[in-house]
């Protein structure tokens, strides 16, 4: 007779679930499918490039990012400076 496993759970014996054991997959697989993954990322990246300013999309797309990106400075500088004058206003107030 073989012994499954278990637990007494309040009295009654309650039998484990039988895990199944994992299959290992060879590492000479796993290698030949990371190879494969990394060739098509390397292809798909080298792809996107060519695209980004070959093409009108793409280059539309890099104008799009650069107007983005300098008008996030220009805001950037614009709350500095108001906060200077700000600063510079509060200190230049006659203390009471």
């Known amino acids: 007779m073989t012994e499954k496993k278990g637990h007494f759970d309040k009295g009654v014996w309650v039998e ?10 060879p590492i000479d697989t796993r290698l030949e499918d990371a190879t494969k993954a990394v060739i098509a990322a390397m292809d798909n990246a080298a792809k996107v490039t060519h695209d980004l300013v070959a093409t009108e999309e793409g280059k539309k797309h ?17 709350d500095i400076l108001a906060r ?13």
């Open 16 to 25: 484990e679930p039988v895990v199944p054991e994992k299959k290992e997959i």
């Open 84 to 96: 200077v004058k700000a600063e510079m206003e509060k200190a230049s107030r006659p203390k009471k």
């Open 62 to 78: 890099i104008e799009k990012t650069i107007k983005d990106a300098s008008e996030q400075v220009e805001k950037t500088y614009s």
